[in-house]
């Protein structure tokens, strides 16, 4: 099993334009997750999803878009990137929410984005 | 709606030493605790948590936590620390359930070991 996987690793990006980032899971879980981690601030959920075709917001959801159309699937759009936005993005899936008995999240290695 | 701090952002320690990674957190309802650990240019890995029972956690490689509900910590102790320990540690915190099951971060501990 690959576990999380997240596509690209590393990429720049000049303000204004706009990316793709693609995580996949191959551990058949309902609940998937974006996260940011800046430094001093941890991690900071954007949105999350928890099932297939359904996204909710989290605690800094502006400027961010999700789809999940495959279970396996979490895409997280910039439309119109701003240097905010350059920060280290991990995804992470787990079976069960947070709040439950099946709860540990597993995280990807991150995506380092730089917007300058 | 819950929270966490994490009362010291890097700790230095020599190598054998004993070790406390501070963590308070701060909810209205009752939570589900956890430690991360992120070693260098890597993802975070599950290290320990608290669900009921025990107020006792320990994890394989020697780390342990205790959930205190009166003081409303969850501080991480290792008795004799290595070089290989050496990470950033993130103390977490989810309610049941809902919106409110997601987990909030502490802001990490960067924990240092030296020979």
């Known amino acids: 099993n690959a576990g999380v996987t997240q596509t690209p690793k590393f990429r720049v990006l000049k303000t204004g334009q706009s990316m793709t980032l693609l995580c996949a899971q191959d551990?058949?879980?309902?609940?998937m997750y974006w996260y940011r981690q800046d430094p001093g601030m941890g991690l900071r959920l954007i949105h999350y999803?928890?099932?297939?075709?359904?996204?909710a917001k989290g605690e800094v959801p502006d400027g961010y878009n999700v789809s999940r159309l495959k279970k396996q699937n979490f895409l997280l759009g910039l439309e119109s990137a701003a240097p905010s936005q350059t920060s280290v993005y991990f995804c992470?899936?787990?079976?069960?929410?947070?709040?439950?008995?099946?709860?540990?999240?597993?995280f990807g290695p991150g995506t380092r984005l730089t917007v300058l | 709606a819950q929270s966490v701090t994490q009362l010291d952002s890097q700790v230095p320690v020599f190598e054998e030493a004993p070790v406390e990674l501070r963590c308070n957190y701060s909810?209205?309802?009752?939570?589900?605790l956890f430690w991360y650990v992120q070693y260098p240019n890597q993802g975070l890995q599950l290290l320990l948590k608290?669900?009921?029972?025990?107020?006792l956690v320990e994890s394989i490689n020697g780390f342990e936590a205790e959930f205190n509900k009166s003081q409303t910590s969850f501080h991480l102790r290792k008795p004799s620390v290595h070089i290989s320990d050496t990470a950033e540690y993130f103390c977490?915190?989810?309610?049941?359930?809902?919106?409110?099951?997601?987990?909030?971060f502490g802001k990490g501990t960067k924990l240092s070991v030296k020979p």
């Open positions: 992470a899936s787990s079976y069960g929410i947070a709040g439950g008995p099946n709860n540990e999240q597993f």
């Open positions: 551990m058949n879980h309902e609940y």
């Open positions: 999803s928890v099932g297939e075709g359904t996204t």
């Open positions: 909810s209205s309802v009752s939570v589900y």
């Open positions: 608290y669900l009921s029972g025990s107020t």
């Open positions: 977490a915190v989810s309610g049941f359930g809902g919106s409110q099951g997601n987990l909030i």
